[in-house]
C-alpha cells in the first residue's frame, strides 16, 4: 500500500546533507511503501532487489560518461578530477566499457589476485602487531587508523607494484577523490579531488615511465603491456584514469567491509564467539557480512530511452538511482533480512553490484576480508568497543566508521 507522507519522510532521511546513520529502516519503508519513488528534483529512486537488479543490469541503464557530462555539466572536463574520472571504465557505457574492462581484466587476472595471498597475510600479521602493541596496558586502539585503512591501500600498493615506503603518501590523496564523489564533485570537495588527482597522475605516470624502460612482474608493468591482437592498448589518459579507479575502488570500500563487519561481530556477542570456533567457514561470513552493512549502498545511472520501472514511467534521460543495500534487505529475496545470519545460501546480494559493471575486485576484498578476520580473532581472545563511541563519516553513499576504537587483548 502506498503511502506517500511515509515515502518522503524517508528519502528526506535519506538523502540529507548529513547522512543518515541508520538508513535500513527507511528502506523498509520505501520497499513497503514506494518502490520506485522520486525525489524533489525528479530521480528515480529503487529499493527492491527486483527493479535495483534491472537496472543494474538492463543497459538502457547508463552509466554517466562524458557524452553524458558533455551535455549537463560541459565544463567539468575543465577540472582534472572530473576528466580522470570520466577515463575510467566504470564511467564508460558499450563499447568503450567493453574494451576498457578487457583490457585491465587481461593485467588484472583471478590468478594475480591469488598470488597476493602471501602478502596479505603477511601485512594482516603485522599490523596484527601493530595493533597488540598499541593495545597493551588496556590502552584503546582505533581499527581503523591501524588495521582496517591500512590493510587495502596497501594492497594495492602491492599489486600495483608501488615501492614500499611510498604507499602511506597515496592514502589522503585517494580520500579525496572518493569525498568528492560522495559530495556530488562540488564546492572545496571538488578542489581537492583536482589537486590529489594531479599528484596522483604525476606519480602514477612517473612509475609507469619506469615501468615502461624496466618492466616488473606487476600490474602497472602488465597494463603497460596489454595489447589486443589487433594491437589496441590503453592510452595514457586510460592508464592514469584506471590506475586512480582502482585505488579508490579497493580502499575504503574493503576498509569499510572490514570496519563494518567487525562492528556486527561487537553488537553480538553470540555472533563473535561463534565465528570463533568456526573460522574455516570464513568466505560464509564475509558473504553474511557483505550483505547486511555493505560500503557502497547506492549505484547511480541515467535511462537512455523512455521505459517503466515496476510499472512506474521513466522518462529518458532521468536519474536513477539503485539502493544496493535495501536490495540485499528485501525479503522477497532473502528470509529474516534483518538477521544476520552466516548460515545463508550464498548469493543474490548486490554489494558488489551486476551485469556488465560488477566489480572487479571482488575476489581481492573476499581474499582481504577473509585472511583479516580469522587472524584477528586469534590473536586478541578478548575484542570489545572502548566505549568511546564510533563515529560514521560515510554514511549514504558509502557507509564506514569514520572511528572503531576497541579494547583488545
Ligand atoms: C568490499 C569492497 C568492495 C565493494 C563493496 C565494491 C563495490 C563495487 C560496486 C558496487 C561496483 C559497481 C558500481 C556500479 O555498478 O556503478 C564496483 C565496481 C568496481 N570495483 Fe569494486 N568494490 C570493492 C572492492 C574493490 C577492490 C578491492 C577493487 C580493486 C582493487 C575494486 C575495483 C572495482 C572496479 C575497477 C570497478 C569497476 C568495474 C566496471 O566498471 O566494470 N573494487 N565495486
Same mark, same amino acid.
Given at each position: 500500500m502506498s503511502d506517500p507522507a511515509a515515502v518522503r519522510r524517508a528519502l528526506r532521511a535519506l538523502f540529507s546533507p548529513l547522512g543518515c546513520p541508520d538508513p535500513y529502516p527507511h528502506y523498509a519503508v520505501l520497499r513497503e511503501h514506494g518502490p520506485v519513488s522520486r525525489l524533489p528534483d525528479g530521480t528515480v529512486v529503487v529499493s527492491r532487489h527486483a527493479d535495483c537488479d534491472r537496472v543494474l543490469r538492463d &543497459?538502457?541503464? !547508463?552509466? @554517466?560518461?562524458d557524452a553524458y557530462l558533455a551535455r549537463?555539466? &560541459? @565544463?567539468? !572536463?575543465?577540472?582534472l578530477s572530473v576528466f580522470s574520472l570520466m577515463g575510467e571504465m566504470v564511467n564508460q557505457n558499450s563499447p568503450h566499457h567493453e574494451r576498457l574492462r578487457r583490457l585491465v581484466g587481461r593485467a588484472f587476472t583471478p590468478r594475480r589476485v591469488a598470488g597476493l595471498r602471501p602478502a596479505v597475510e603477511k601485512l594482516v600479521d603485522g599490523l596484527l602487531d601493530g595493533l597488540a602493541e598499541r593495545a597493551a596496558g588496556g590502552a584503546p586502539v582505533d581499527l581503523m587508523e591501524h588495521f582496517a585503512l591500512p590493510l587495502p591501500i596497501t594492497v594495492i600498493g602491492e599489486l600495483l607494484g608501488i615501492p614500499e615506503e611510498d604507499r602511506a603518501w597515496f592514502a589522503p590523496r585517494v580520500q579525496a577523490v572518493t569525498s568528492a564523489i560522495e559530495q556530488n564533485l562540488a564546492g572545496e570537495a571538488l578542489e581537492r579531488a583536482d589537486e590529489a588527482t594531479a599528484e596522483l597522475w604525476d606519480r602514477l605516470g612517473a612509475l609507469a615511465a619506469r615501468r615502461q624502460e624496466d618492466p616488473r612482474a606487476d600490474l602497472v608493468s602488465t597494463l603497460i603491456a596489454v595489447r589486443e591482437e589487433d594491437g589496441d592498448r590503453l592510452t595514457r589518459r586510460e592508464l592514469l584514469a584506471n590506475l586512480v579507479l582502482l585505488y579508490s575502488a579497493g580502499y575504503e570500500t574493503t576498509s569499510n567491509l572490514i570496519g563494518n563487519g567487525t562492528a556486527v561481530l561487537l553488537d553480538r556477542p553470540d555472533l563473535l564467539a561463534r565465528l570463533r570456533g568456526e573460522p574455516e567457514r570464513i568466505d560464509a561470513w564475509v558473504e553474511e557480512m557483505l550483505r547486511f552493512? &555493505? &560500503?557502497?549502498q547506492i549505484a547511480s545511472r541515467w535511462a537512455g530511452e523512455d521505459t517503466e520501472l515496476g510499472g512506474v514511467a521513466v522518462a529518458q534521460g532521468s536519474q536513477v538511482v539503485a539502493l544496493l543495500a535495501s536490495a540485499n534487505r528485501d525479503p522477497a529475496r532473502h528470509g529474516d533480512p534483518d538477521v544476520f545470519r552466516p548460515d545463508r545460501a550464498p548469493g543474490g546480494s548486490l554489494t558488489f553490484g551486476a551485469?556488465?559493471?560488477?566489480?572487479?575486485g571482488a575476489a581481492l576484498a573476499r581474499l582481504e576480508a577473509a585472511i583479516a578476520f580469522p587472524r584477528l580473532l586469534a590473536r586478541f581472545p578478548s575484542i570489545a568497543h572502548a566505549g568511546t563511541g564510533a563515529p560514521r563519516n !560515510?554514511?549514504?553513499s558509502l557507509r564506514g566508521y569514520a572511528e572503531l576504537p576497541l579494547l583488545l587483548s
Open positions: &543497459p538502457l541503464f !547508463r552509466v @554517466e560518461d549537463t555539466w &560541459p @565544463e567539468g !572536463r575543465d577540472h552493512d &555493505p &560500503p557502497i551485469g556488465a559493471h560488477y566489480c572487479l !560515510r554514511m549514504t
